[in-house]
T-cell receptor
Framework: AQTVTQSQPEMSVQEAETVTLSCTYDTSESDYYLFWYKQPPSRQMILVIRQEAYKQQNATENRFSVNFQKAAKSFSLKISDSQLGDAAMYFCAYRMDSSYKLIFGSGTRLLVRP | EAGVTQFPSHSVIEKGQTVTLRCDPISGHDNLYWYRRVMGKEIKFLLHFVKESKQDESGMPNNRFLAERTGGTYSTLKVQPAELEDSGVYFC???????????FGQGTRLTVV
């Protein structure tokens, strides 16, 4: 069965600095998708970044980038130049290519210190 | 464009009562999903609709939960009778055909006392 593990329940970063959130997963599939979702307090969950497993190049969206290591089954999220608005719960998620079902990690709460 | 909308945002009910959660997906999104997060644990999949048909309901915990999607538009998730362990946040999401990611609503926080 596929599993997603986020080993950091909470992380803290100083505003304008860089932080990396960890995510590992377990699967025997070769084709799949990985996602990072962000949920600000009392607001809806939004997609931060997406990575297709067949792509070797790491996905990047402005200040957000991933380090995708397929062999190691690792998918970390780097947030550069952290802003107060980045404070949120961050969820790592996995989806097989053949299914729409998302499998989530337990989440990492990111605190941003002014 | 309106996002995924869930009603109510919060609900507090007594054990044994019935609660119905509603989800309005983004217009044109054939796929609709229900997830829930219980006691600060992982967000777990409940079920997946394609239009009005249940594509995958492998995550539904038991027969106290009933999901419907009338006419392939909005969806309801009924819990009857509610138990204490049903407390948590229920998320709805939707996606158009062929898109990998899903768009989530803000969730309904259900508290059973």
């Amino acid at each position: 069965a596929q599993t997603v593990t986020q080993s950091q329940p909470e992380m803290s970063v100083q505003e304008a600095e860089t932080v990396t959130l960890s995510c590992t997963y377990d699967t025997s599939e070769s084709d799949y998708y990985l996602f990072w979702y962000k949920q600000p307090p009392s607001r809806q969950m939004i997609l931060v970044i997406r990575q297709e497993a067949y792509k070797q190049q790491n996905a990047t969206e402005n200040r957000f980038s991933v380090n995708f290591q397929k062999a190691a089954k690792s998918f970390s999220l780097k947030i550069s130049d952290s802003q107060l608005g980045d404070a949120a719960m961050y969820f790592c998620a996995y989806r097989m290519d053949s299914s729409y079902k998302l499998i989530f990690g337990s989440g990492t709460r990111l605190l941003v210190r002014p | 464009e309106a996002g995924v909308t869930q009603f109510p945002s919060h609900s507090v009910i007594e054990k044994g009562q019935t609660v119905t959660l509603r989800c309005d997906p983004i217009s044109g999104h054939d796929n609709l999903y229900w997830y829930r997060r219980v006691m600060g644990k992982e967000i777990k999949f409940l079920l997946h609709f394609v239009k009005e048909s249940k594509q995958d309901e492998s995550g539904m915990p038991n027969n106290r939960f009933l999901a419907e999607r009338t006419g392939g538009t909005y969806s309801t998730l009924k819990v009857q009778p509610a138990e204490l362990e049903d407390s948590g946040v229920y998320f709805c999401a939707s996606s158009p055909p062929g898109l990998a990611e899903a768009f989530f609503g803000q969730g309904t926080r259900l508290t059973v006392v």
